[in-house]
C-alpha cells in the first residue's frame, strides 16, 4: 500500500502563487506516474497535470504556462507550483500515483482563490 498525503493548500489573492506537496509512504517500489486533479464545489474531477514515470509533464490547457508540476524521486514527493492564479482555480487538489495497474489517491488540499 501507498499513502499519499498532500499539503500547501489555502487562501491566495488572484494573482498570487502556491505551491502544493504531495509526499508518498508506504510499500514504494519502482517509479509511479503522477499527476495533480482537483474538483471544484458541484463540479467533476477534472485533470490538471501529469509528470511521467520517466519524468514527462503534460497540462490541462488551462493550466498551462501558469502551473509547473516537477517530482523528487529522492524524496517520494510531487509537486504543483501555482502561479497566476485565478478565482476559478478555486478547488480542492488531489494527487494520484499509479504503477502496473495500481492507483493510489491523497485526501485532498483545499486551495481557495479569493480576495
Known amino acids: 500500500q501507498v499513502q499519499l498525503v498532500e499539503s500547501g493548500g489555502g487562501l491566495v489573492q488572484p494573482g498570487g502563487s502556491l505551491r502544493l506537496s504531495c509526499a508518498a509512504s508506504g510499500s514504494i517500489a519502482g517509479i509511479y506516474s503522477t499527476a495533480w486533479y482537483r474538483q471544484a464545489p458541484g463540479r467533476q474531477r477534472e485533470w490538471v497535470s501529469t509528470?511521467?514515470?520517466?519524468?514527462?509533464?503534460f497540462y490541462a490547457n488551462s493550466m498551462e504556462g501558469r502551473f509547473t508540476i516537477s517530482r523528487d524521486n529522492a524524496k517520494n514527493t510531487i509537486y504543483l507550483q501555482m502561479n497566476s492564479v485565478k478565482p476559478e482555480d478555486t478547488a480542492v487538489y488531489y494527487c494520484?500515483?499509479?504503477?502496473?495497474?495500481?492507483?493510489?489517491w491523497g485526501q485532498g488540499t483545499q486551495v481557495t482563490v479569493s480576495s
Open positions: 509528470v511521467s514515470s520517466g519524468g514527462y509533464t
Open positions: 494520484k500515483w499509479w504503477r502496473l495497474g495500481q492507483e493510489y
